[in-house]
């Protein structure tokens, strides 16, 4: 245990919170996570102080979101940009945009009137749609699974009435020669979904979630996605209107945003708005439901486990900006039946 005065050297004299307080917050932190930092100890600390000033200094200025103690306050946002941009580089994205997200795939784009022709709020949670938040750990770059399967198992209750848990584990074993990186990330979302296509996927029960690359053990038998029986559908980029119109008549979609910033790590409640993520995509989402009321938003599903956010869940603002906030717009996706 560390002595108050070394605490206190440690906090610096600047801190609102008293080094007891913050100790003791650390300590409860460790215990939650069942983190043993071991010779780190000191050093996570201090970086665990760090973010909870930026929390607090955030929380302060009463924005539209609020900021908490998250399952990375432990990290540096270097370390988490680390973690969020695992096997998706600039360079892999700027390719994708200069060949062309999937050229013999169908783009979506909404001529309609917002307005008179979309509903005014769609929540395929409270619909039924919708798994429960899982998590792909710590050391897994495997959000383009999650928000692939998600997708899935949404267009799958659609079809069958049955709400089923797919296996991201079986994407991220079996769909390397699709272009996948199996833990090290995507290309890009459409490359999932023509390995579905082609495969099928199976149940979580059925190939469980490891978090880490294996050898595929796929099994056709117990597919609960037949091969052969989706495709899917590019959502026109950088326009919110058919972003809407996607959800709506679509249901759940999957698409990437830039989830790097410090808002982004420490992300507990509210509304994000303004600029405030940037819009380099690096993680993989769900997009769930949308409000178009007085405070719009998009509602978002993420893979970070429950204690993040809203218990898992995200809301981001509805807004004309060109590529979205968080770059929310830029490659939205989602899976139809064939049959």
Sequence with gaps: MLTPILLSSILGVFSKRTPLEVQNLFEAYKNEYDHDFGEEDVKRLAIFHDNLKFIDEVNSRNLSYKLGITPFTHLTNDEFREFVTRGYSL???????????????????????????????????????????????????????????????????????????????????????????????????????????DHG????????????????????????VKARTISHVNVKSNSSSSMLAAVAFGGPVSTLICGMSGVFQNYKSGIIKGD??????????????????????????????????????????????????????REPVYPISKS
């Design 276 to 329: 405030v993520c940037g819009n380099f995509p690096t993680h993989a989402v769900l997009v769930v439901g949308y409000d178009r009321g007085h405070d719009p938003y998009y509602r978002i599903k993420n893979s970070w486990g429950t204690k993040w956010g809203e218990h898992g869940y995200a809301r981001i603002v509805i807004d004309d900006t060109e590529y979205g906030v968080c770059g929310l717009l």
């Design 91 to 197: 360079g892999d994205w700027q390719q994708t945009m200069l060949r062309g997200i999937d050229s013999e795939a169908q783009t979506f784009g909404f001529e309609g009137s917002v307005d008179d022709d979309l509903p005014m709020r769609v929540d395929y949670v409270e619909k039924g749609w919708v798994t429960d938040v899982k998590s792909q750990g710590t050391v897994c770059g495997s959000c383009w699974a999650f928000g692939v399967a998600g997708a899935l198992e949404g267009l799958h209750k659609n079809v069958t009435g049955q709400l089923v848990s797919l296996s991201e584990q079986e994407l991220i074993d079996c769909s390397t020669a699709y272009g996948n990186q199996g833990c090290n990330g995507t290309r890009h979302l459409n490359d999932s979904y023509e390995y579905v296509a």
């Design 201 to 224: 996927l199976e149940t979580e029960r059925a190939y469980k979630y490891v978090g880490k690359d294996g050898q595929c053990r796929r099994n056709v038998s117990k597919d609960a």
